[in-house]
């Protein structure tokens, strides 16, 4: 294990807030999260008492956009402007995870996106450096 570097000690204080959101088959929820201390601050779920019954339906494209909607507002009522969203693994930007984060940014908060790189895989220079060396000695694979 690599030791961690100074700025991955202390980003959750540089950018203290996170934005989290889930996609299941039925509903849409989206919170804030403060980094440091792991409070809720804000949070939106298309399934709650206040959003239910105003919504059509509670997993469609336009419940994704409501709960962006109503995230940003929250936000902006506690005095949060600035939020970083790190995706899940398998998570694409795409579909209703992009209408919450663009509902989310229309309503007036910066978000962040820090999208994690992925590792070279070594089996391909693995192959690339035996099919040279066979190439050189003559010897065929």
């Known amino acids: 294990?690599?030791?961690?570097?100074?700025?991955?000690?202390?980003?959750?204080?540089?950018?203290?807030?996170?934005?989290d959101i889930y996609i299941s088959k039925g509903s849409v929820r989206a919170c804030i999260v403060h980094r440091a201390t792991s409070n809720v601050v804000a949070v939106s779920h298309s399934i709650s008492?206040?959003?239910?019954?105003?919504?059509?339906?509670?997993?469609?494209?336009?419940?994704?956009?409501?709960?962006?909607?109503?995230?940003?507002?929250?936000a902006l009522a506690d005095d949060?402007?600035?939020?970083?969203?790190?995706?899940?693994k398998g998570d694409r930007l795409e579909?209703?995870?992009?209408?919450?984060?663009?509902?989310?940014?229309?309503?007036?908060?910066?978000?962040?996106?820090?999208l994690k790189q992925r590792k070279a895989r070594q089996g391909r220079e693995r192959r690339s450096f035996r099919n040279s060396r066979s190439a050189f000695t003559g010897i065929s694979s």
């Open 1 to 19: 294990q690599r030791a961690l570097t100074f700025n991955q000690l202390t980003a959750p204080y540089h950018e203290p807030f996170c934005l």
């Open 49 to 74: 008492n206040d959003m239910k019954f105003d919504l059509g339906s509670t997993k469609n494209r336009s419940a994704c956009g409501a709960v962006g909607k109503v995230l940003a507002q929250r």
């Open 95 to 114: 579909g209703k995870l992009k209408i919450v984060l663009e509902a989310v940014v229309d309503g007036g908060v910066n978000v962040k996106v820090k």
């Open 80 to 88: 949060i402007h600035n939020v970083v969203y790190t995706p899940r």
